[in-house]
């Protein structure tokens, strides 16, 4: 009989837009509460950094609030398509993109925010090794720039986490949580993300992902044995395992189910008319009987029947009040273990009745007991938390079908086991037309384990890879082999991977209802395309006038631009673009009528009555491709008799 709590309506309202915020906080009584870190707050709501804070629960360290204060802050960059690396550009749904993969996140959000159904990262391990990135916003920045190296004209700084920086940990998990903070909002209400890790910095990434996922989203923690030879330590024990987090994006995100091994399939033995199946005992057990009273109820049996006998249903006491006694043949069962203690059984009174077909009486060690038919279900088994199959093994199933792939000698240290990758998907990917990201690209297993996947189960769908175009030691065998960074490698790989499933599944191509795309468009992370004045007018000089007749940068091309405006619209980058010529005009169709543009520098005022015939939902032109500035206002008159609904823009 009390208003409602709005402090806790509003803190809950607060943590479904800012997961990040949420803390616990003592009250006046000493008890722990769920409260608001409002100094976090201010800052996901900030354009600089906020100063303050006071103790509290929660992961923290150097560089927190300034990897907030990236994560965001706004970028101008955008990303060219790169033709002559791609494979089948005009028809693939599949996206490689060589970069920074933090600028590749920021860039992304418009396109695919809310989008993307699994995000699987294989991130590099803080393991004393250089790591390359993009910091603009360092903490005391002088003293980084004299500990850690310059830093190139592209803003990328060199971190090499060694033992002798008193920063080790900050500096990787900085690394890590501005780029978790931007991936989180590209996840689907119901997306899924994974996350492997070692041993080393998984209790730090289990609090971070606790935080920005939100700690009751936690899927699962997975062991997977992907060493068993085991990697030495100077101190501990030989490590033969790795972490994989699972998370999803809100309540709405469940785990998918692994296929059954043959173990697991010869369990089911016995078979009727409907199918196999396992007797197993009726009693669920670990249950407890106030979790359901109402399945705690007596079964009458004899060594041939079960019946449920007269009984009544006790509201205040929430027990079975039996009308009966049993006949001189029968026994009363209760779901009751060898221990006594009162569990409960599987099914309800009503489906006990139904399905009594299901179930028969069975005498074990002279005592009567109650068995079901255990069916083995369709969608196979819901995973572990202990992965150990030999094929997770990322020597013999990651090094070595790398070298059998490429024919050639060890071209890619430390790639993942296709197989671990292929069974994170499996319980990630619930849906055959999903987008998978993975912007920790490396090798490129993720990509190949999709296709791996679309071929296996006739599924459709399709990948993003980001991956820093890091380069590659001129000593190594993948640069005398004419591999000149990583992604020279993970581009390569997808082809050839791409070719060697098309080659080795013939009759399973001829089964599908759509053809297998294993093409993949590459783009690669630039400045933005329009010149710098566009974005600080203040910094105009009158002997920079001459140069803004344009205000496109030179040496960007039409593609360039249609690539940049569909990022800016929100349009995703997978999307089907046709190129027509137009009254002599190059015009690009993106998704038929969703976007037509044409940036030509002399536009034939006439194919604006032929784009109008399209009925586009939106159509853009650059500003110095009209004639003059009569055709500018001509074009948005003409297109309000011809396409009214049509939404006019000019870069």
Not at 290 to 316: A, C, G, H, Q
Not at 614 to 633: E, M, Q, S, T, Y
Request: with cysteine; aromatic share 10%; charged share 35%.
């Amino acid at each position: 009989m009390q208003t409602p709590d709005l402090t806790e309506k509003n803190i809950k309202n607060i943590a479904k837009l800012f997961p990040s915020v949420i803390t616990e906080k003592e009250d006046e009584n000493g008890e722990l509460k769920r409260a608001v870190d409002f100094d976090l707050l201010k800052q996901e709501l900030s354009k600089e950094i906020v100063e303050g804070g006071e103790e509290r629960y929660r992961l923290d360290w150097p560089g927190k609030k300034a990897s907030l204060l990236k994560a965001n802050t706004s970028i101008n960059k955008t990303l060219r398509p790169c033709r002559e690396e791609s494979v089948d550009f005009d028809n693939t749904e599949n996206v490689y993109i060589e970069g920074d993969n933090f600028e590749v996140l920021k860039i992304l959000q418009e396109s695919y925010l809310g989008r993307i159904a699994a995000i699987y990262i294989d991130p590099p391990y803080n393991t004393g090794t250089a790591m390359l990135y993009n910091n603009n916003f360092g903490v005391n920045e002088r003293q980084y720039n004299e500990e850690l190296g310059a830093i190139t004209e592209d803003g990328v700084k060199m971190f090499k986490n060694t033992n002798t920086d008193g920063r080790i940990h900050s500096n990787w998990l900085s690394f890590m949580y501005e780029r978790l903070v931007v991936a989180r909002d590209l996840l689907k209400d119901d997306g899924v993300l994974c996350l492997t890790i070692d041993d080393y910095e998984s209790p730090r990434v289990k609090m971070m992902l606790d935080e920005i996922m939100g700690e009751e989203n936690q899927l699962g923690v997975l062991a997977i044995r992907n060493n068993p030879a085991g990697r030495s330590t100077i101190k501990g024990v030989s490590v033969t395992h790795e972490y994989a987090l699972i998370y999803g994006k809100s309540d709405e995100s469940v785990v998918g189910r692994l296929p059954r091994n043959q173990k697991q399939i010869d369990r089911y033995k016995k078979s009727d008319g409907i199918g196999a199946f396992e007797w197993v005992n009726f009693r669920k057990p670990g249950s407890k009987k106030n979790e359901s009273p109402k399945m705690f109820y007596p079964i009458f049996t004899t060594n041939e029947s079960l019946r449920i006998p007269n009984m009544t249903w006790d509201v205040k006491k929430l027990e079975w009040i039996l009308k009966e006694s049993p006949k001189k043949d029968e026994s009363v069962i209760y779901p009751v273990d060898d221990e006594g203690k009162e569990r409960r059984w599987r099914w309800a009174v009503d489906r006990f009745k139904e399905k009594i077909s299901e179930l028969k009486p069975w005498s074990v060690k002279g005592k009567l007991h109650v068995y079901l038919k255990g069916r083995m279900p369709n969608d196979g088994v819901l995973p572990s938390t202990w992965w150990d199959k030999k094929e997770y093994s990322s020597t013999a199933y990651g090094t070595n079908l790398l070298k059998d792939l490429f024919k050639e000698l060890q071209i890619f240290t430390y790639p993942k086991s296709i197989y671990a990758v292929l069974d994170c998907l499996r319980v990630m990917s619930k849906n055959k037309n999903d987008i998978i990201l993975d912007f920790f690209a490396g090798s490129a297993t993720t990509a190949h384990a999709v296709l791996q996947l679309n071929i296996e189960d006739s599924g459709n769908r399709k990948y993003i890879m980001a991956q820093l175009p890091e380069k590659i030691d001129e000593k190594s065998d993948s640069f005398k082999l004419g591999y000149k960074t990583i992604s020279d490698i993970g581009k390569e790989r997808i082809r050839r991977a791409g070719k060697k499933i098309v080659e080795e599944n013939t009759e399973k191509l001829k089964e599908r209802e759509n053809p297998l795309d294993i093409g993949f468009r590459v783009y690669k992370t630039d400045s933005t395309n329009i010149k710098d004045v566009y974005y600080n007018p203040k910094e105009l000089k009158q002997d920079k006038l001459s140069g803004l007749e344009d205000n496109i940068k030179e040496d960007r091309s039409s593609e360039d631009l249609l690539t940049q405006v569909m990022l800016d619209l929100g349009l995703e980058l997978s999307l089907k673009i046709e190129t027509k010529e137009i009254l002599g005009n190059k015009v690009f169709f993106v998704e038929d009528n969703a976007l037509i543009a044409c940036f030509d520098k002399k536009i034939n005022f006439g194919i604006v009555d032929e784009i109008a015939k399209a009925k586009p939902l939106k159509v853009i032109f650059k500003d110095a491709g009209f004639k003059d500035d009569r055709d500018r206002i001509n074009v948005e008159e003409r297109f309000k008799r011809l396409s009214p609904e049509t939404i006019i823009k000019v870069l």
